[in-house]
């Protein structure tokens, strides 16, 4: 158990619907990270947050957005979907405080989002 | 754009064989970490390397980071089936708060 926690673990919706995913970083971590992974394929990093801020993006699509509330959980919207959209979508927590130092990442077990 | 590439992407071996899996980047990080992520689950850290040059040895695992901090490697002697799983590298972006991920190996060993 890597003590990140997300929310649902599992998601079927249509296209076009808009979904929200939860993420409950481990106790005391600041940093929260957003990753997609298709099938069989590696992780595209999407998204950073250190303690409510934006720190870093990657490629992140327009109709996907994302927040960390003072509690520190993150959520992850995602918008308009489309049937690409469909993948594994993991959340890290790293307790690196504020500097460029990563550190390790702790993975939840991710949300698997279909969509039909 | 940064990008990490891996290969080979697919490796089937024996139980007892030795294998080694590339990460190869025309980037610099300034530090390259492995994962291995089994079913179901979210990628686990198997270990960071910093230093240009660096060597890190894990049970059968062994780990090195090129001179130049653009690429890594890791091999593994006399594979168990255990060791199945994705293994991944990634690579944290100099002055970024970014870590990139490769492409992953998928390492089938069979009994």
């Known amino acids: 158990d890597s003590g990140v926690t997300q929310t649902p673990k599992h998601l079927i919706t249509a296209t076009g619907q808009r979904v929200t995913l939860r993420c409950s970083p481990r106790s005391g971590d600041l940093s929260v990270y957003w990753y997609q992974q298709s099938l069989d394929q590696g992780l595209q990093f999407l998204i950073q947050?250190?303690?409510?801020?934006?720190?870093a993006k990657g490629n992140i699509l327009e109709r996907f957005s994302a927040q960390q509330f003072p509690d520190l959980h993150s959520e992850l919207n995602l918008s308009s979907l489309e049937l690409g959209d469909s993948a594994l979508y993991f959340c890290a927590s790293s307790a690196a405080l504020g500097t460029a130092n990563t550190g390790e990442l702790f993975f939840g077990e991710g949300s698997r989002l279909t969509v039909l | 754009t940064q990008l990490l590439e891996q290969s080979p992407q697919f490796l089937s071996i024996q139980e007892g064989e030795n294998l080694t899996v590339y990460c190869n980047s025309s980037s610099v990080f300034s530090s390259l970490q492995w994962y291995r992520q089994e079913p179901g689950e979210g990628p686990v850290l198997l270990v960071t390397?910093?230093?240009?040059?660096e060597v890190k040895k894990l049970k059968r695992l062994t780990f090195q980071f090129g001179d130049a901090r653009k690429d890594s490697s890791l091999h593994i002697t006399a594979a168990q089936p255990g060791d199945t799983g994705l293994y991944l590298c990634?690579?944290?972006?100099?002055?970024?708060?970014?870590?990139?991920f490769g492409s992953g190996t998928r390492l089938l060993v069979r009994p």
């Open positions: 947050y250190y303690n409510g801020e934006e720190r």
């Open positions: 390397v910093v230093t240009g040059g």
């Open positions: 990634a690579g944290e972006v100099i002055s970024s708060y970014k870590l990139i």
